[in-house]
C-alpha cells in the first residue's frame, strides 16, 4: 500500500512538491487503498496519518489539503455513496488514471487542448508531441500540414514554399484558393492572415529553437487548425 511517505521523505519536500505532482501522488496512495468498490477514506483519517507522518507539519497537512481539493473538485474522487461526506472513493476517472498509471499532466494538456477543438489532420502528429511538452515542434508540425495542405489545395507545385506559397494560393485576384465573391478588401485580408501565420509560427520554428510555453503552443495550434479549415472549404468540389 502507497504512502506519502514513499515520495517525500520530509515536510518541506512535501510541501514544496508542486499541486500537480502532490495530487498524482495522493491519488496513488488513494488507489492503492481503495481496490473494491465499497472500499471508502475518510478525509479526517487521511489528515490524522499525513500529521503523524510529517511530525504535526501545518504546512504539509496544507499541501495535502490543497491535492485533496484539487482531486475533489476535478472529478478524480467524489463522496462515497454509502457513507457521509467525509468518506470519499475514486471516481471511474480517478480509477482510470490510478490503474492505467495516467499522468496527471495528461489530463491537464487533454483539459487545455482536447481533440475536438482541434483539425483531425493535427492530431496524429502536432496534438501528440503538444501532449509530450515538445511544444516547438508541434508549433511548426501544425503549420507545415498547413502549408502542405495550401499547396494541395491549390495545385502548386513543390518549388512554392511558406510565404510564397499563401500568397500565390491566395492572391485577391487570380489565386486558386481565393473567394471570387468575397469583397476585395476581404479577399486581401486573409492572403495577409495566411502569409503572417506561416511566416510568423512556421518560420522561426524552423531556423531555430523558439522556446514556447504551453498556452503558447496552444493558441498557434488552434489557428492552424482554424486556417487548415478554411483551405478545406476553398478545395475544389
Not at 132 to 158: C, H, M, P, Y
Request: glycine content about 6%; aromatic content about 8%.
Amino acid at each position: 500500500m502507497a504512502n506519502l511517505k514513499d515520495f517525500y521523505t520530509t515536510a518541506a519536500q512535501l510541501y514544496e512538491a508542486p499541486l500537480l505532482e502532490l495530487s498524482q501522488h495522493v491519488l496513488q496512495v488513494l488507489g492503492s487503498k481503495l481496490q473494491r468498490p465499497h472500499d471508502s477514506e475518510c478525509a479526517h483519517n487521511f489528515f490524522l496519518s499525513v500529521q503523524a507522518d510529517y511530525d504535526g507539519c501545518e504546512q504539509a497537512l496544507l499541501a495535502c489539503s490543497e491535492a485533496w481539493s484539487w482531486l475533489y473538485s476535478n472529478g478524480f474522487i467524489c463522496q462515497h455513496p454509502n457513507h457521509e461526506a467525509q468518506w470519499i472513493s475514486l471516481t471511474r476517472l480517478g480509477k482510470r488514471h490510478y490503474e492505467k498509471a495516467i499522468p496527471l499532466k495528461n489530463w491537464m494538456a487533454d483539459r487545455l487542448l482536447p481533440e475536438e477543438m482541434i483539425h483531425p489532420a493535427l492530431q496524429p502528429m502536432a496534438l501528440r508531441l503538444y501532449k509530450q511538452e515538445l511544444f516547438d515542434t508541434a508549433v511548426f508540425e501544425a503549420f507545415k500540414l498547413l502549408e502542405v495542405s495550401i499547396r494541395q489545395a491549390a495545385g502548386l507545385g513543390d518549388e512554392w514554399l511558406g510565404t510564397k506559397l499563401a500568397a500565390r494560393a491566395f492572391n485577391p485576384e487570380s489565386g486558386p484558393l481565393t473567394d471570387s465573391a468575397a469583397e476585395a478588401g476581404e479577399r486581401q485580408a486573409l492572403m495577409s492572415l495566411m502569409c503572417g501565420a506561416i511566416g510568423s509560427y512556421k518560420n522561426p520554428q524552423s531556423h531555430r529553437h523558439v522556446g514556447l510555453d504551453a498556452s503558447e503552443a496552444r493558441e498557434m495550434i488552434i489557428m492552424a487548425s482554424h486556417l487548415l479549415k478554411i483551405v478545406d472549404s476553398r478545395r475544389p468540389a
